[in-house]
C-alpha cells in the first residue's frame, strides 16, 4: 500500500500487454504503462513507457506507485468465463463414467448441487473455486449457483469481498430434479425474485444477479413465464441452456412436442440483450437468428462439448452471423476451471470441423449450413471470444474485456 493512496495500488502498471480488439486481431503493445484512477481503480489512461517520469510528476505520485512488470511478463485483459456452475467445483475431474448428459445430470450433478443447501459447504466450495478462478485470470464470471436461496446470497457476498466480478444465478427448477432438488413454482419464483433484490440492494460494485432457468426440462410453463416477469421487472440478466444435446433435445421434445427450446425460452420472454444461453450446437439457423434478433449471446463451452461427444458450436459460424459469442468452461462438463484451458480446446475443436459432431452436425445435416472447408477458428480468434466477445455477450463492452 501506498501511504498516500490509500485502496488502490499499484496506479501505474509498466510493462507489456496484450489485448485482442477485434475478431481474429492481437496486438501487443510494449514498454507501456497503464495508469489507474486513484479512487476507483480503473483503467483512466495508456501511456508510453517513456513518460513515466512525466505522469508521476504531473500527478504528484511516488515511484512507490508504479508496479513494474517483470520480464517475459504479459498483461492480458481479464478472462471472462460465461458459463460456469460453481458448486459443481466439488467433482471436476470425476464423474467421467457416464457419456450421456441427463443421465449425468441426475447421477452426479444433482446430488452434488443438493450439498450446497449446507451454507458452510457453500462457503467452503465457492470461497474455493472464486479463489481458483481469480488466480487463473478469470477475473468476470457467470455463474449457475443452486436452487438454495440463503447459500446464493452468500456466494454473492463472497465474490464481492474477493474482488471477482461475478453475475450469479440462483437456479430455478420445479420439476425433473428427482428427489430433494426441486422447488415448488412458488418457491422458485419467490427465492429468485428475492435473491434478485438482496443483490441489487446490496449495491455491489461488481456482483449482479441473474435469473435462471435451469433449462427447459426442469421448468414448468408457469415458472419459465414468472421468471421471465421477474427479468423484466428489475432488468436484470437471464441465463440458461439451449439445444446442448440430442437426449436433451428429446427431453423437451416430449414435454412441449414440435417445440424448440427457442420457440419456449422466446415465448417467455426469456431471450434479451442481457441472455447469455449456454451451448446452442444444435441451433439451426433461423433459431440463431431469433437470438440476434433479440441481441441475446451464446456461451460456447467446446470442452464440455468434447466431454459429452455429442455435437460442438460451430463458433466461427456463429461470430459471421453476428451473434453475440462468449467463452465458457462448464465446470463441470468442462472438467478444466481454466479459460486458457477453453481457448485451447476452442481452437482444437474449431480445427476439426471435418468431423461432424465438431460441425454440431451429427445425424442432421441440417442443422448446420456451415461448409465443410470452412476455416478453423484460430487463436486469435478464441483470445477475442474469451475476452472481449465475453464482455460482449455479458452486454459488459463499456467496462470490461480490453
Ligand atoms: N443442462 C441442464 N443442467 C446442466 C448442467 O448442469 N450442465 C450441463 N452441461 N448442461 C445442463
Ligand atoms: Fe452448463
Not at 513518460?51 to 492480458?76: A, M, N, P
Request: charge should be negative.
Amino acid at each position: 500500500q501506498n501511504s498516500k493512496h490509500k485502496g488502490v495500488w499499484p496506479l501505474i502498471f509498466h510493462g507489456s500487454f496484450v489485448l485482442a480488439p477485434s475478431f481474429g486481431e492481437v496486438i501487443i503493445k510494449k514498454d507501456q504503462l497503464i495508469i489507474l484512477d486513484e479512487l476507483t481503480g480503473d483503467i483512466s489512461e495508456i501511456a508510453e513507457g517513456g513518460k513515466l517520469s512525466e505522469v508521476l510528476k504531473q500527478r504528484g505520485w511516488k515511484r512507490s506507485c508504479v508496479l513494474h512488470l517483470k520480464e517475459g511478463q504479459l498483461l492480458v485483459p481479464g478472462l471472462i468465463d460465461t458459463h460456469c456452475h460453481a458448486p459443481q467445483y466439488q467433482f471436476t475431474g470425476t464423474g467421467t463414467h457416464i457419456i450421456e448428459l441427463m443421465q449425468w445430470l441426475q447421477h452426479y450433478t444433482f446430488p452434488a448441487e443438493r450439498r450446497l443447501k449446507d451454507i458452510e459447504v457453500a462457503r467452503k466450495v465457492y470461497t474455493a473455486l472464486i479463489n481458483r478462478l481469480l488466480s487463473n485470470g478469470t477475473t468476470t464470471a457467470l455463474y449457475f449457483a443452486t436452487i438454495h436461496e440463503e447459500s446464493c446470497k452468500l456466494f454473492a457476498d463472497l465474490a464481492e469481498d474477493l474482488g471477482q466480478r461475478a453475475l450469479i444465478g440462483k437456479v430455478a427448477m420445479d420439476q425433473h430434479g428427482g428427489e430433494d432438488y426441486e422447488e415448488t413454482t412458488e418457491v422458485a419464483l419467490a427465492s429468485t425474485e428475492s435473491f434478485v433484490k438482496y443483490v441489487l440492494e446490496k449495491k455491489c460494485s461488481r456482483v449482479l444477479p441473474v435469473v435462471t432457468p435451469r433449462f427447459i426440462p426442469t421448468c414448468s410453463d408457469a415458472c419459465l413465464k414468472g421468471l421471465g416477469e421477474i427479468a423484466k421487472k428489475y432488468d436484470v440478466h437471464i441465463q440458461s441452456h439451449i439445444s446442448e444435446s440430442q437426449d436433451e433435445m428429446a427431453f423437451v421434445d416430449s414435454l412441449h412436442p414440435g417445440k424448440s427450446d427457442t420457440e419456449i425460452y422466446d415465448k417467455f420472454g426469456l431471450l434479451t440483450a442481457k441472455t447469455v444461453m449456454a451451448h446452442g450446437c444444435h441451433l439451426k439457423r433461423h433459431e440463431r437468428d431469433v437470438l440476434r434478433a433479440r441481441g441475446a449471446a451464446v456461451s460456447h463451452c467446446p470442452h464440455s462439448n468434447l466431454f459429452f461427444g455429442d455435437a460442438n458450436l460451430n463458433a466461427k459460424q456463429c461470430v459471421f452471423e453476428k451473434l453475440k459469442l462468449g467463452l465458457g468452461t462448464d465446470v463441470a462438463g468442462g472438467y478444466s476451471y481454466s479459460m486458457f484451458h477453453s481457448i485451447r480446446s476452442a481452437v482444437t475443436t474449431g480445427r476439426n470441423v471435418r468431423i461432424d459432431f465438431l460441425r454440431g452436425v451429427k445425424d442432421d445435416p441440417a442443422a448446420c449450413d456451415v461448409p465443410v472447408d470452412t476455416e478453423p477458428l484460430d487463436y486469435k480468434e478464441a483470445f477475442w471470444i474469451a475476452t472481449q466477445g465475453g464482455a460482449e455477450a455479458l452486454d459488459l463492452q463499456h467496462r470490461i474485456g480490453r
